[in-house]
């Protein structure tokens, strides 16, 4: 079936650093492919998307990039904050099925920036 | 726009009692809702998918005796764990994909709730 691969955690870095959070998946299709971020105590907030091979998302100074060839969507940031401290999850939702498709998730990447 | 509420945020339970969560789109309607329940370590295991109107589907190895889900409208959907016991102590997460909905719509999350039975 369909799934998610994120590099584990958690990562450490130095404010201003730059980001790299890995993901790959596996799919049988072409999946839609997400970021969500968790603060903690809150629920999941969606960072950003891209639903097409070579689409790039972006929001809050973060990128990632679909890449079919290598079935990949790594997230970046280039210099990142202690706001940024948090859980990021890669996730995807295959083609299939409207509304009621599911999103299958990453295990989570915590991240902790230090000042 | 998009705002899932989620409703306790934190509730404690003595063990063999029932606890009601619920889950409210607010400014949209949702057929759909998912609910996830978090373990340490912030592993994600999707429960159960709710569908307004017709019963859940569960995922394999959720007890949906144990884990009651109720879609009753639009815009509400309640999870009641019932006969708590410790080890469903947990954080409780619900989600509702926005409008237009759609495969590739994202998924709009409640902010959780913990659960801790003594």
């Known amino acids: 079936g369909d799934s998610v691969t994120q590099m584990e955690g958690p990562v450490t870095l130095s404010e201003e650093a730059f980001l790299t959070i890995n993901c790959t998946y596996t799919a049988t299709g072409y999946p839609s492919l997400f970021w969500y971020v968790q603060y903690p105590g809150e629920g999941l907030q969606l960072l950003l998307k891209a639903t097409k091979a070579d689409d790039k998302g972006s929001n809050k100074g973060f990128e990632a990039t679909y890449r079919k060839e290598t079935t990949s969507f790594h997230l970046e940031k280039g210099s990142v904050q202690v706001s940024d401290s948090a859980v990021y999850f890669c996730a995807l939702s295959d083609n299939y099925g409207g509304a009621t498709n599911k999103l299958i998730f990453g295990t989570g990447t915590l991240l902790a920036v230090q000042p | 726009g998009a705002v899932v509420s989620q409703h306790p945020s934190r509730v404690i339970c003595k063990s063999g009692t029932s606890v009601k969560i619920e889950c409210r789109s607010l400014?949209?309607?949702?057929?759909?809702m998912f609910w996830y329940r978090q373990f340490p370590k912030q592993s994600l295991m999707l429960m159960a998918t709710?569908?307004?109107?017709?019963?859940?589907?569960?995922e394999q190895g959720v007890e949906k005796d144990k884990f009651l889900i109720n879609h009753a409208s639009l815009t509400l959907s309640t999870l009641t764990v019932t006969s708590a016991h410790p080890e469903d102590s947990s954080f409780y997460i619900c989600?509702?994909?926005?409008?237009?909905?759609?495969?590739?719509?994202?998924?709009?999350f409640g902010n959780g709730t913990r659960l801790t039975v003594t």
């Open positions: 989600s509702a994909r926005g409008t237009p909905s759609s495969y590739n719509s994202p998924l709009h």
């Open positions: 400014d949209f309607q949702a057929t759909t």
């Open positions: 709710s569908n307004e109107g017709s019963k859940a589907t569960y």
